[in-house]
């Protein structure tokens, strides 16, 4: 059943009307075929233009239904990797699943160096490293070693990473309260607390924009740091994932709808308002993929092209919010 009023949208996905798995979207990516790839509440969701296809435990190297996707990202050899998150109350998550070649392999806090099973986010950076945020801190992994960061060796002021970012300069920015920055050889915290930081990425002219639980966007530009909220553009102050796409529009999914930023004005997608929005993803033809709390998945058409900012999969929206259980 769809909560909410009816979504009146380019185009609406749901379980009842396509091959969408669940209603509940936590994450999209879209991988270098066009394929996109969907994290629901029931399983993972492929769309390539034409044909959906489901996954779950039954077919795939996915956990069962006691556990979810939280995030997904696209390596550099288009493998497909799949965050897995659960209550800590059962032994939380289920670490990471990896899709290869039409091969599954996992990874978990048992069987490989990952720090925590519970993953808030994923991403790759230029040589390819996949970089993992945790409830315990961050994993590394360069295909043969595992290396982890906390506040144990890496002085972070919480181990509960929500979320992670590779620039295309070569740094890794977290954020879990803060924002801190690593350099290839330490790290350093980059920001006062800004509000609850929860989401964090950069646009295409070095700008960090900052999305937090309940005080809206913060955009540092270098010098000062600037507030987007409810008085001046933002639909709720609660902010889940940010997406920049390769206009430098920043896309952000919040607890009230899509919002926009062209650089000069904020626009509202009236058609997503009372939606609780996940994740944004755009695709190559402009199309945003947006995931909803509960009502599944609606595209939008802008003028916007592919996001070239991320290194973190083919498309990126970051992510995940207090809607998703149990963070």
């Not at 010098?223 to 001046?232: D, F, R």
């Not at 996001?307 to 498309?315: C, G, L, M």
Request: charged fraction near 20%; charge should be positive.
């Amino acid at each position: 059943m769809l909560c909410g009023n009816i979504l009146n949208a380019n185009v609406y996905y749901s379980k009842e009307n396509s091959g969408l798995a669940g209603n509940t979207v936590y994450d999209i990516a879209i991988d270098r075929q066009g394929k996109v790839w969907i994290a629901t509440s029931n399983g993972i969701s492929t769309f390539d233009g034409t044909s959906w296809m489901k996954y779950t435990k039954k077919n795939s190297g996915l956990p069962d239904s006691n556990f979810y996707i939280k995030s997904i990202a696209v390596g550099r050899q288009d493998d497909i990797w799949f965050g897995s998150y659960g209550d800590e109350m059962y032994a939380g998550g289920r670490g990471i699943s990896v899709f290869s070649k039409n091969n599954w392999k996992g990874y978990t806090k048992s069987n490989s160096g990952l720090i925590g099973n519970n993953i808030n986010d994923l991403t790759f950076d230029l040589r390819g490293n996949a970089w993992i945020a945790t409830n315990s801190g961050v994993s590394m992994f360069d295909g043969t070693n595992w290396t982890t960061y906390n506040s144990a060796n890496s002085g972070f002021s919480s181990d509960t990473i929500t979320s992670i970012f590779a620039d295309m300069q070569g740094s890794i920015w977290i954020a879990n309260g803060y924002i801190f920055k690593f350099d290839g050889k330490k790290w350093a915290k980059y920001s006062q607390n800004a509000g609850s930081i929860y989401c964090i990425t950069i646009d295409n002219k070095g700008n960090i924009w900052a999305g937090t639980y309940n005080d809206g966007m913060k955009m540092y530009n270098g010098t000062n740091w600037v507030t987007y909220n409810i008085t001046n553009g933002l639909s709720n102050n609660h902010v889940n994932g940010i997406t920049i796409d390769a206009q430098n529009n920043v896309w952000v999914a919040t607890n009230n709808g899509v919002n926009r930023f062209d650089g000069k004005k904020w626009i509202k997608y009236q058609e997503t308002a009372n939606f609780i929005i996940n994740s944004i993803a755009i695709a190559a033809d402009g199309t945003a993929w947006v995931g909803m709390q509960e009502n599944g998945v609606s595209l939008l058409k802008e003028d916007v092209k592919q996001p070239a900012t991320d290194n973190k999969q083919v498309k990126k929206t970051k992510k995940k919010s207090s809607k998703k259980r149990n963070k």
